[in-house]
């Protein structure tokens, strides 16, 4: 879970630098990490980068993930690629088809999907 903390307080600080795809990607990472880091924690460690099948193996586990949750990883997902690679694009760079609004909006998400986990740990935990 620290490294998705940090790599969000990094996805931050590319949003105040201008650099909306890497801010994006960064969510998307973020996200990925805290999913892995609840998977680990229930000892079921799973590889891949897909934020939906990724909650699709903690349901498996038997843990209701809410609409606005997986509505969020569907989102970040897009993010995965096409922020850093330009022959992702017909023209261009990645960094002239990403806005403010769009890091804003992935680091939004990012953030609703570590809390969430963070939810699942105290609830499993006894703690929530």
């Known amino acids: 879970m620290k490294s998705s903390i940090r790599t969000l307080e990094s996805s931050k600080n590319d949003l105040e630098s201008?650099?909306?795809n890497w801010a994006c990607f960064k969510?998307?990472?973020?996200?990925?990490?805290?999913?892995k880091a609840l998977l680990w924690s229930l000892g079921n460690p799973k590889p891949g980068h897909s934020l939906p099948r990724l909650?699709?193996?903690?349901?498996?586990?038997?843990?209701e993930?809410?609409?606005?949750?997986?509505?969020?990883?569907v989102r970040l997902a897009?993010?995965?690629?096409?922020?850093r690679y330009p022959d992702?694009?017909?023209e261009g760079v990645p960094e002239e088809y990403y806005t403010k609004d769009e890091a804003q909006e992935a680091?939004?998400?990012?953030?609703?999907?570590?809390?969430?986990?963070?939810?699942?740990w105290?609830?499993?935990s006894g703690r929530g």
């Open 18 to 20: 201008g650099f909306y």
């Open 27 to 35: 969510a998307q990472q973020a996200a990925e990490l805290a999913l």
């Open 55 to 63: 909650l699709s193996e903690i349901e498996k586990l038997g843990i």
């Open 65 to 73: 993930v809410d609409e606005d949750i997986k509505e969020a990883s």
């Open 78 to 83: 897009k993010y995965y690629i096409a922020t």
């Open 88 to 90: 992702a694009w017909s």
């Open 107 to 120: 680091i939004g998400y990012a953030t609703k999907i570590i809390d969430w986990v963070r939810s699942i």
């Open 122 to 124: 105290k609830r499993l």
